[in-house]
């Protein structure tokens, strides 16, 4: 498994799978760091890419993968549910991320 730049590796997104994770901006310091390490967790067999938009009240990760089996992994661990909001991938699932989660996967949590 190796992670790509997202620019480079989405230009062949038909071929991708979709994990968007959606997370209250005051869930996490880095919540980008948090996928990633969840991510690496779950040993995926396949690469990988990150993505993440902030606004003021919601930090929303996207991440792309090569494998149908690796992004499966993350829908579990995650409780993803299919919702297919941006055309053109493979396949598309949405989560929340909260306390309990951050908490789950070891990493400090924001008071």
Known sequence: MA???????TKRRH????????APASVCEDLA???????????PEGDFALSSEETGSETVLFCAFERAGD??????????????????????FHCSID????????????P
């Open 15 to 22: 071929d991708l799978h979709l994990v968007v994770a959606h």
């Open 71 to 92: 992004a499966s992994v993350l829908i579990d661990a995650l409780s993803a549910q299919e919702a297919n909001k941006h055309p053109g991938w493979a396949s598309e």
């Open 33 to 43: 760091a948090l996928m990633k390490l969840l991510i690496e967790r779950l040993q």
């Open 99 to 110: 306390k309990a989660t951050v908490s789950a996967v070891g990493r400090k949590r924001l």
């Open 3 to 9: 992670q790509f730049a997202w620019p480079a590796f």
